[in-house]
C-alpha cells in the first residue's frame, strides 16, 4: 500500500470554479502535511502547510482529519494560472521522511 | 527561492558508464537530499545527508552513492548506469518541516 495516496486526474476545470482535491494517508503517525505545486517540466513549489485547524491563503484552503487520515485542498475562484500538478506530501519526522503522492493534474480552462 | 543549483541540467549518458550529479546549496542548511521522480510514482527518495560526511539511504538507494565534502555541496553518483535509472533527479534542502527543491536534472540513459 502506498504511503499516500492522489486521484491524479486530469481535473479540468473552467476559470472562476472551486475544484477540490483529496489525498488520503497510511501512517497514523504522520505529523506533518503539505501540498506542493509542480509545473510541468519544473521542480515542486510549497504552496501550503496543512494544519490541524484547517488553514487558508487567499483562494486556497487545506483540511486535515486525522482520524480518516484525509488531506483535502480547495482553490475557489479557478485562474489560468493554477494549472499544475498539486503534490500531497506527509511527513513522519520531522522533513527527513517525507512521502509524496504521485500528484493530481490540474488545467484550468478560459 | 531557495538558493540551490543543480548540475547538470541534461545529460544523456550510455549504459554502463560512470556519472556524477552535483547539488549546490547557499544558505548553509544541514540536511540534504537526493530523490528521483517518474512517471507513476511520487518523488521518491535516493540518498540523504545531516551534515559534511553523514549520509543515510533512502527508499531507492541501489545503484547510487552520495558523497558530501562541504555543507554546501551533496553529490550523487551513479556508478554504472542502467537504464532504470533514466529520471528526473531533484536535489532538496530541509528548512524547517517543510523541503524545498533544486530545478533537477533530466538524465538519460540510453
Known amino acids: 500500500r502506498k504511503e499516500v495516496e492522489q486521484d491524479p486526474g486530469p481535473f479540468n476545470v473552467p476559470e472562476g470554479a472551486t475544484v477540490a482535491f483529496n489525498c488520503t494517508y497510511s501512517n497514523s503517525a504522520s505529523q506533518s502535511f503539505f501540498w506542493y505545486r509542480q509545473d510541468c517540466r519544473k521542480e515542486p513549489k510549497l504552496l501550503m502547510s496543512?494544519?490541524?485547524s484547517g488553514n487558508e491563503d487567499g483562494r486556497f484552503t487545506a483540511q486535515l482529519n486525522r482520524a480518516s487520515q484525509y488531506i483535502s485542498l480547495l482553490i475557489r475562484d479557478s485562474k489560468l494560472s493554477d494549472s499544475a500538478t498539486y503534490l500531497c506530501v506527509v511527513g513522519q519526522t520531522g522533513a527527513n521522511n517525507l512521502f509524496f503522492g504521485t500528484g493530481t493534474r490540474l488545467t484550468v480552462i478560459p | 527561492d531557495a538558493g540551490i543549483t543543480q548540475s547538470p541540467r541534461h545529460k544523456v549518458t550510455e549504459t554502463g558508464t560512470p556519472v556524477t550529479l552535483r547539488c549546490h546549496q547557499t544558505e548553509n542548511h544541514r540536511y540534504m537530499y537526493w530523490y528521483r521522480q517518474d512517471p507513476g510514482h511520487g518523488l521518491r527518495l535516493i540518498h540523504y545527508s545531516y551534515g559534511v560526511k553523514d549520509t543515510d539511504k533512502g527508499e531507492v538507494s541501489d545503484g547510487y552513492s552520495v558523497s558530501r565534502s562541504k555543507t554546501e555541496d551533496f553529490l550523487l553518483t551513479l556508478e554504472s548506469a542502467t537504464s532504470s535509472q533514466t529520471s528526473v533527479y531533484f536535489c532538496?534542502?530541509?528548512?524547517?518541516?517543510?523541503?524545498?527543491f533544486g530545478p533537477g536534472t533530466r538524465l538519460t540513459v540510453t
Open positions: 496543512v494544519y490541524s
Open positions: 532538496a534542502i530541509s528548512a524547517g518541516e517543510a523541503q524545498y
